[in-house]
């Protein structure tokens, strides 16, 4: 069974740019998350999709945006890009049936943004 | 605010020996908990979870530890091998009761150094 993918895996933008990046989960997922890491506020949160709807998300300006399409794949977008967004952007899958039930979260290999 | 946290931000075990991993999280409505590995450029690895009806579970050589009245989750790794090495982090799972969906909390991280 093949793991999540990312794409692209490294990237590099300017300031004022927008850019999109993409996960496909681990087939049979019906959850994508994604995760900021960066080594002064390590993994944090910014939203979940289940079915193509955004069931959650976490404490980041509207800057950041995803969609979920139905075939589980997802994007996320962020526009107007500051110094400050140079990341690892994870995404994570998930079999995730329910809102009130968790199952184990997996995780793809990142995509490195470097913002100039 | 939610928050889980690491007792020690750096780890040096012997080969062989056994390597034991804290966490202390603060939201008593967390009612899952994950712990991952993390390998210089690549994404966390899902290492054992554990439900907080439970308090302990094994697997392949770790075993993880929930103590619910302290708010305490260890990993236990049993005979450390040089593959070991890496950033451990702790995650946990609440429910948000605003948005009624879920989302992982990570810790800042462990890093477990393996000397010969």
């Known amino acids: 069974k093949a793991g999540v993918t990312q794409t692209p895996r490294y990237l590099i933008k300017t300031r004022g740019q927008q850019v999109t990046l993409s996960c496909s989960p681990i087939?049979?997922?019906?959850?994508v998350s994604w995760y900021q890491q960066t080594p002064g506020q390590g993994l944090q949160f910014l939203f979940e999709?289940?079915?193509?709807?955004?069931?959650n998300k976490g404490n980041f300006p509207g800057r950041f945006s995803g969609r979920q399409f139905s075939n589980s794949r997802s994007e996320m977008n962020v526009s107007t890009l500051e110094l400050g967004d140079s990341a690892l952007y994870l995404c994570?899958?998930?079999?995730?049936?329910?809102?009130?039930?968790?199952?184990?979260?997996?995780f793809g290999p990142g995509t490195r943004l470097t913002v100039t | 605010g939610e928050s889980v946290g690491l007792h020690l931000p750096t780890l040096s075990v012997q080969e062989g020996d056994n390597s034991i991993i804290n966490c202390a999280y603060s939201?008593?409505?967390?009612?899952?908990f994950i712990w991952y590995k993390q390998e210089s450029g690549k994404g966390p690895q899902f290492i054992i979870d554990?439900?907080?009806?439970?308090d302990k579970r094994q697997g392949q050589r770790v075993t993880v530890l929930l103590n619910k009245t302290v708010k305490h989750l260890s990993l236990q790794i049993a005979a450390t091998q040089p593959g070991d090495s890496a950033v451990y982090f702790c995650?946990?799972?609440?429910?948000?009761?605003?948005?009624?969906?879920?989302?992982?909390?990570f810790g800042q991280g462990t890093r477990l150094t393996i000397n010969p």
């Open positions: 994570a899958s998930s079999f995730s049936r329910t809102a009130r039930v968790t199952y184990e979260q997996y």
């Open positions: 087939s049979g997922h019906r959850s």
């Open positions: 999709y289940f079915s193509e709807t955004q069931r």
């Open positions: 939201n008593s409505a967390s009612d899952y």
């Open positions: 554990i439900r907080s009806n439970m």
């Open positions: 995650a946990e799972n609440g429910l948000d009761t605003i948005q009624g969906a879920q989302k992982l909390v």
